[in-house]
C-alpha cells in the first residue's frame, strides 16, 4: 500500500490574498505536485479553534481558490468568533471548514489522524508555520516520518533584523525539528551548514538533504502595470518584503548620493517589520522624485517590469536561497548582488557581485548600465533547477 503523504497547509489558509513570497511559492508547489501524484494526499490546517483534516477533492478546491480560479465563499459564524485577522483569511478558513473531512479541538489532532491515515503517511512541513509540540507529537504517535523544510536561520543570525520575540520562537521551532524530524530538507548547502551548526550545538542532527528550489519564469504582462508604467529610458528594479535584512536603506543612500540625474529605481514589495527609519524615508519620497514604491504588483506585472529594466538590484545581508534574482536571471534581466556565498551557490557567474561594503563599485556598476542597453533577453536567459529536480531529490531518497 502506497504510503500517504500528509501537507501542512495553515501558512497559505492564513495568507490567502496576500502576494506571494518564497515560502509561500514553496508551500503552492508541494500541494501541486501531491495532488499530481497518484499516493494518497491529505492537508492539515491549523485554526484559533483546532485543526481541520481536507482529502484529495478538498486540497483540490483549496488550490482553485488560492490559484483564483475559484472565490472564495462568505466569512462563517464560527471565523467571526476569531478576529484579528483579514477578511480573505477569514473566508479562506471558512472555505477550508466546509471542505474538511474532520475536525477536531486541539487536543483531538491525534485521534483524528489515526482515525483517517494509518501509520505510513510522510508528513510534510515546508512553511515554517505549525512545528508546534501538539503537532509532531501527534504525527509521530501515528508512526508517521516528519519531513520539514528549513528556509533560512536568519532570526538566529541576525536577531536585530526581527520583530521582539521572533528570534526566540524561531530557536525553539529549530529546536523542535532536531529533536524530532526524521529528516531535513535544505533549500541550499548553505542552509544546511549554518542550520547543522546549530543543531550539533543543541545534540541531535536529523538526515538532511539539499534540493534546491524549483523555477518557473514568470509570464510577463505590461497590461497589469499601473499607467505610466514601465519608465520610459533605464530604470532599475528592486523585488523582496521591505525588512531590514533586504537593505533597502543602502539603495536610498545610493540614490541620495546619485543626485538628480538618477533614473528611476522601483522597489517592488510590500512592507514588513522593524524597518521604521526606511518607511520614513519612503514616505517623504517626492511624487515626481526618482525612487518609487510599488506594493501589490502581481507577477505578471512584476515580470514585465523586470524583462524591460536596466538591471535587477539585491543588495541583501541575508538570504536563505534567494528566488526572486533566479526568477529575474530567468527573464534575462541583468542581476546585481551581494557577494554572499548563497548567491553564488545558486546563481553561479550569471550576476555581478559586489560586496555592499563597497556603494561606489555599485553606483559605478549601476551608471555603467544606465547608459548600456541589456544585451536581448535571448542572448543571456538563465535556467535554474526545476521542480522536477527538486522532487527528483526530495521523494527519491525517501
Not at 542550520?195 to 550545538?201: D, G, I, N, T, V
Request: aromatic share 8%; net charge neutral.
Amino acid at each position: 500500500m502506497a504510503r500517504a503523504r500528509l501537507i501542512d497547509l495553515t501558512r497559505s489558509l492564513r495568507r490567502a490574498g496576500r502576494i506571494a513570497t518564497g515560502i509561500d511559492r514553496v508551500e503552492h508547489a508541494y500541494l501541486g505536485r501531491f495532488l499530481s501524484d497518484t499516493e494518497p494526499v491529505f492537508g492539515i490546517v491549523r485554526t484559533p479553534f483546532g485543526y481541520l483534516l481536507l482529502d484529495r477533492a478538498g486540497l483540490e478546491a483549496v488550490r482553485d481558490r488560492l490559484d483564483g480560479l475559484v472565490p472564495w465563499g462568505g466569512v462563517s459564524l464560527m471565523s467571526r468568533l476569531a478576529p484579528g485577522r483579514d477578511e480573505i483569511a477569514l473566508r479562506a478558513e471558512s472555505d477550508a471548514r466546509q471542505l474538511a473531512i474532520a475536525r477536531v479541538s486541539r487536543r483531538g489532532l491525534r485521534r483524528m489522524l489515526r482515525a483517517h491515515l494509518d501509520g505510513a503517511v510522510d508528513y510534510f512541513n515546508v512553511g515554517h508555520s505549525d512545528l508546534t509540540d501538539r503537532v509532531l507529537d501527534a504525527v509521530d504517535g501515528i508512526g508517521g516520518a516528519i519531513h520539514v523544510m528549513i528556509h533560512d536561520v536568519i532570526p538566529l543570525e541576525h536577531p536585530e533584523y526581527q520583530r521582539k520575540g521572533a528570534a526566540r520562537r524561531f530557536e525553539k521551532k529549530l529546536r523542535r525539528v532536531g529533536a524530532r524530524a526524521h529528516r531535513i530538507i535544505y533549500n541550499s548547502a548553505d542552509t544546511r551548514s549554518r542550520a547543522e551548526r546549530h543543531l550539533e550545538s543543541w545534540g541531535r542532527v536529523p538526515d538532511g538533504i539539499v534540493a534546491h528550489l524549483g523555477t518557473i519564469t514568470l509570464q510577463a504582462d505590461a497590461t497589469a502595470l499601473p499607467v505610466g508604467l514601465p519608465p520610459r529610458g533605464p530604470y532599475f528594479v528592486t523585488v523582496g518584503t521591505i525588512e531590514p535584512r533586504k537593505n533597502h536603506a543602502f539603495l536610498l543612500d545610493l540614490w541620495d548620493d546619485w543626485g538628480q540625474d538618477a533614473p528611476p529605481l522601483l522597489i517592488c514589495g510590500s512592507r514588513g517589520w522593524n524597518n521604521e527609519e526606511v518607511f520614513a524615508r519612503l514616505d517623504a519620497l517626492p511624487p515626481d522624485g526618482a525612487v518609487r514604491e510599488l506594493p501589490g504588483l502581481d507577477d505578471a506585472g512584476l515580470a514585465a517590469l523586470i524583462e524591460k529594466s536596466s538591471g535587477v538590484l539585491f543588495p541583501s545581508v541575508a538570504e536563505g536561497f534567494g528566488l526572486p534574482p533566479v526568477e529575474a536571471l530567468s527573464l534575462g534581466a541583468r542581476v546585481l548582488c551581494n557577494d554572499l556565498n548563497v548567491f553564488r551557490e545558486i546563481l553561479g557567474k550569471n550576476p555581478v557581485y559586489v560586496d555592499v561594503s563597497d556603494p561606489k563599485m555599485w553606483k559605478n556598476t549601476l551608471m555603467r548600465w544606465a547608459n548600456e542597453p541589456p544585451d536581448a533577453p535571448e542572448e543571456h536567459r538563465y535556467s535554474g533547477s526545476t521542480w522536477d529536480d527538486h522532487f527528483k531529490t526530495v521523494l527519491s531518497l525517501m
